[in-house]
């Protein structure tokens, strides 16, 4: 049977990203395969991973010129264009960050997963992305946090929970050291699992 056709979003580094390559180097995503990684910022080092890999790679700007919504719809157009010209079956969102309208996640009903570094519903929604979700979990004084994969849905961080793992908080943490463990005691370890259960899914209808 077909493997399921993913592409990766991204936005920056790209660890998760490279957690992913690295999981299908090794033979772990069997239903699927990343065959395009987009990123809204053409400086992400994440584009340089995909490269590396072997990996086609798209660039879609968002057009600053105009208005924040008119702005939003444009790209999300030239990214479903994207998308559906690479045969898109599965969207992963790798540290991209960019909320989608439900214009869009309408257009992928449980066809686009994200990994968020907390425990959703703690410390997620607009405004808590990257280092600013350990820095909240910091300030509020909790001791555990980690990482969660969810379908997106039109709802910042609201839709369906698929896989999550917690995390120790340690005393003197600072933001970037609690970004470093959640990573790598959970995204790094989540997302790809989650691809390849999603991808298992989709395969399975096809
Ligand atoms: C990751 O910690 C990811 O969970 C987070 O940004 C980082 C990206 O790192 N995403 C969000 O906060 C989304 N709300 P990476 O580019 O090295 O994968």
Redesign the pocket.
Known sequence: MLKTKIAVL????????QAIIDFQKAGGLKSGEVVLVVSDNPDAY?LTRAENAGIETKVVLADKSLPVSERRVKFEEELQKTLEDAGIELII?????RILNKSFTDKWPERII????SLIPSF?GEG???LK?HEAALAYGVKVTG?TVHFVNEVP?GGRIIFQKAVEIKEGDTPEVL?KR??EEA?WKLLPAAAEHVSKIIMGEK
């Open positions: 991204i936005s920056g580094g790209g660890t998760n990203l994440g969102l790798a540290g991209f960050m994200n990994v968020h570094p997620c808590f992305y990257g979700v990482a961080d970004q959640v990573m995204e």
